[in-house]
């Protein structure tokens, strides 16, 4: 049977497939590339929100497959978490060319999408991955004035006001800033941080 949140996700779905008004939309029809929409468990927990799909995600349709994924992976693994008990999105669902960073309207143009994924799924903690998720998630969620630079805030963990839970109607959550794992790519010291960083998750879930 087709629970309410199977329906609510395929919606986004089906709304970002037909989302021919996008700047990036041209780039994904030349490209045979696919929309990344975001995959795990509808009822996860946690949720990670990444920038942008890559080359190998947009060939795929699937967030993080490729080189920061495998990091990814590897820093779900160290704390005990299965990948396919979290949720992985991105705020911008399509490739930018040549892996560029994401344009304010590209991000304004995709962010109700998140929005929607957040409000049906109804994670306990969301994990920003990169300073794009980190500033839209805590403008966006009532936590503009705890905002900083990633390298100061990564890893503290803010609870999300009342009166932005209850007009966005994501439920009581968290939120954790984390660096992007493509940082910690050729960056041991990085990557480090987000090893101890992510050590911090499993509390928070509890
Ligand atoms: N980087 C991101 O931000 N998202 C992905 O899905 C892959 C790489």
């Known amino acids: ?77 160290e704390v005990g978490i299965a990948r396919k008990d979290v949720y992985i999105t991105n705020i911008v669902k399509d490739r930018p060319p040549g ?32 300073r794009f998720s980190m500033q839209y998630v805590m403008n966006r969620y009532g936590l503009e004035r705890e905002l900083s630079p990633i390298s100061i805030i990564h890893g503290k963990v803010f609870a999300v006001p009342s009166e932005a839970s209850a007009k966005l109607g994501c439920g009581d959550v968290k939120v954790i800033p984390l660096y992007h794992p493509a940082a910690a790519i050729y960056n041991q010291k990085l990557l480090k941080t987000l090893e101890k960083d992510f050590e911090i998750i499993p509390s928070i879930l509890s």
């Open 99 to 130: 892996n560029r960073d994401p344009l304010p309207d590209e991000i304004n143009l995709y962010a109700p999408f998140l929005d929607r994924q957040i409000k049906v799924i109804k994670p306990k903690v969301i994990a920003t991955l990169g």
């Open 1 to 77: 049977m087709v629970d309410g949140k199977t329906e609510a996700l395929k919606k986004i779905e089906d709304d970002v497939i037909a989302l021919k008004e996008s700047p990036l939309y041209e780039e994904r029809v030349k490209n045979k590339y696919f929309p990344v929409i975001g995959e795990g468990d509808y009822s996860a927990q946690i949720m990670f929100i990444g920038e942008a799909p890559g080359k190998n995600e947009a060939k795929t349709g699937r967030p993080f497959c490729g080189r920061a994924g495998k990091v990814l992976d590897k820093l779900l693994e």
